[in-house]
């Protein structure tokens, strides 16, 4: 979270709009809170959230990341 969180802040700082992917778990961390946009993407477990590259790519596609 702390190294997202970092990447984040520079991102913003360069005027590039950031968005966030989180587990349930992570619902209320700090990356999570200093996107300008976040998504869930499942539950706790990383099986069923983080290593979902799926859900990953098309929560990517929905919000119109282009990176």
């Known amino acids: ?3 997202a969180l970092r990447i984040m802040r520079t991102g913003q700082k360069m005027g590039i ?3 966030a992917v989180y ?3 992570d619902h209320d961390a700090p990356f999570v809170r200093a996107a300008d946009q976040s ?5 706790a477990a990383a ?3 983080y290593l979902r590259v ?6 990517a596609r929905q919000s119109g990341a282009d990176a």
Do not use: N
């Open 1 to 3: 979270g702390e190294i």
């Open 17 to 19: 709009r950031c968005i």
């Open 23 to 25: 587990s349930e778990a």
């Open 39 to 43: 998504f869930p993407i499942g539950p």
């Open 47 to 49: 099986s069923e959230s």
């Open 54 to 59: 799926d859900k990953i790519l098309e929560t």
